[in-house]
């Protein structure tokens, strides 16, 4: 197919993210008025609609009376001002006299002259780079779509459908502020159309390229396709390719409450799943108040492991009743992830709960999902897995374990802290299953909230449960990611050139 044919069915219109709205030279950026020229450049085409031809030939006519008015009195006036080069000899023997023509360009005044401006109070108005970046930003980008939708009702035949893309609109925009455009976006594109007298449909799409989860979350899947950077096989180390991944497509399989449950979760939550290269999925409150501070205790003991904390990760709280869902969402975006959560050691299936010595089973739904291939499934067997059942692909999940061989195990993680730290809760008990029964009884006495920010702020002389700092080590460990090797000869290039060094082309 030809270019012309193509750009025949499919429009295109492009709004940047870097649109001067912070520009501070000396001349002030007036970007919203530049952004009126260019509605009334398409407004005065010849196949614009009616009403906005109207409206710039009322513009032109009343700039052509000033212009009237400027030929007649001003151009003698300013004629006046000429006599004061005969000083200089000037015409000369040519005699040649000078005129004066002033033009008035439409265009040219709305572009230089024109401000756009916000009212203040007591007649006082401002200018528009007295507004906040965000507002700004936000004008700039309705302008825009507006200008996009007269573009296209102006084109002498009209493309089939019009692809506006949006790069970054969150940039300078509050959280609410982002979550609001997105999903106003269609209704703005609509109240476009309801504002023109025939009312004729606008076919457009709307392609937003974002790295901010407010918007990605308030999307929804079914239109999120995920750009994922992964190592390219078989080339130098350092060297990334890009797959994109249709979320729509990726997670059919997944059961559309199931599928509802997960967005709503992560609108919820404002996860940063979409954005981060690892995640943590834990338990409950305690483990995610604490988390951070294992992370950097377990840095500054062994400084010689990788560090999570210089890595994009991110944690989210999620339960051991519903960490199972993210399974299949995890494994689609390839997502180096870490699940911490709970043994639930119960009597037997449909039981009671108990002390680790005591149970058959497990009730965590988690453990299920993963191990669901054991059969039976039994709690006895979750204890006896090795590491490298624990990882599956990307994923690895972290439940309790003996600090030591043959020694005492947490049911839950406030368990296991305190069986971590027997001292800091002064347990007396020597038998190994009287300190689980111990330590369960120790961990009833405290709010999970007073216990989390007592251990997180107050208390912190404390060493981490080892099910939690084996996996931290797994997911620090792993697919670190290289430095762009473009990047880095770009690096060293500019540096031997301070040095004196040469460069090769």
């Keep these: 197919m030809q270019s012309n044919a193509l750009r025949g069915l499919v429009k295109t219109g492009f709004i940047n993210a870097q649109r001067g709205l912070d520009d501070v030279t000396s001349r002030e950026s007036d970007v919203l008025a530049k952004t009126v020229e260019g509605l009334f450049a398409t407004a005065s085409s010849a196949s614009a609609d009616t009403a906005d031809k109207q409206i710039a030939e009322a513009l032109k006519g009343a700039v052509q009376d000033i212009q009237t008015q ?98 970054e609109p969150e940039a300078h925009l509050h959280p609410q502020m982002q979550e609001v455009f997105i999903r106003q976006l269609a209704q703005i594109a609509q109240q476009l159309v309801d504002g023109t007298e025939d009312k004729r449909p606008w076919p457009v799409q709307f392609v937003v390229s974002t790295h901010s989860s407010h918007i990605a979350n308030a999307a929804g899947f079914e239109s999120i396709r995920y750009f994922l950077g992964t190592p390219a096989p078989g080339t130098h180390k350092g060297i990334r390719k890009t797959k994109i991944k249709d979320l729509r497509k990726g997670l059919k399989h997944i059961s559309s409450e199931d599928k509802r449950f997960l967005h709503q979760y992560m609108t919820l939550t404002r996860c940063d799943l979409f954005f981060a290269d690892k995640a943590i999925l834990v338990e409950g409150l305690s483990e995610r108040l604490l988390l951070p501070v294992i992370i950097t205790k377990l840095e ?58 005591l149970g058959t089973y497990s009730s965590n739904a988690c453990l299920k999902k993963w191990f669901s291939g054991d059969i039976p499934f039994t709690l006895a067997e979750l204890l006896t897995k090795k590491d490298s059942d624990k990882v599956f692909k990307n994923n690895r999940i972290a439940y309790q374990c003996a600090e030591e061989e043959d020694g005492p195990c947490g049911r839950t993680f406030e368990d296991a802290f305190i069986l971590a ?46 099910y939690i700092v084996d996996g931290v080590h797994w997911l620090a460990g792993g697919d670190v990611v290289v430095p762009d090797q473009a990047l880095a000869l770009a690096v060293k290039a500019v540096a031997d050139t301070a040095d004196g060094g040469d460069v090769d082309a």
């Design 70 to 167: 400027i030929d007649t009195n001003f151009g003698s006036q300013l004629k006046s001002l000429i006599p004061a080069l005969r000083t200089f000899g000037y015409p000369g023997l040519g005699g040649q006299e000078l005129h004066t023509e002033t033009l008035l360009d439409v265009r040219k005044l709305l572009s230089n002259f024109t401000k756009v401006r916000y009212e203040g109070y007591g007649g006082i108005t401002l200018p528009e780079s007295y507004n906040g970046l965000g507002a700004r930003n936000l004008i700039f980008i309705l302008l825009q779509l507006a200008g996009f939708y007269k573009a296209f009702r102006a084109e002498a035949t009209e493309p089939g459908v019009h692809l506006i893309f949006i790069e």
């Design 300 to 357: 500054a003991t062994e400084p010689e492991h990788p560090k999570l904390s210089s890595q994009y990760a991110t944690v989210m709280e999620v339960g051991g009743a519903y960490a199972h869902l993210f399974f299949d969402l995890l494994q689609f975006l390839e997502l180096r992830s870490l699940i911490i959560t709970d043994l639930d050691a119960v009597e037997k299936q449909g039981g009671k709960a108990c002390a680790v010595h």
């Design 421 to 466: 730290n027997p001292k800091l809760f002064g347990l007396v008990k020597k038998d190994t299953w009287d300190l689980e029964i111990e330590a369960r009884s120790e961990a009833e006495k405290w709010k999970k909230s007073e216990f989390a920010l007592k251990h997180a702020i107050q208390e912190t002389a404390w060493v981490a449960p080892k």
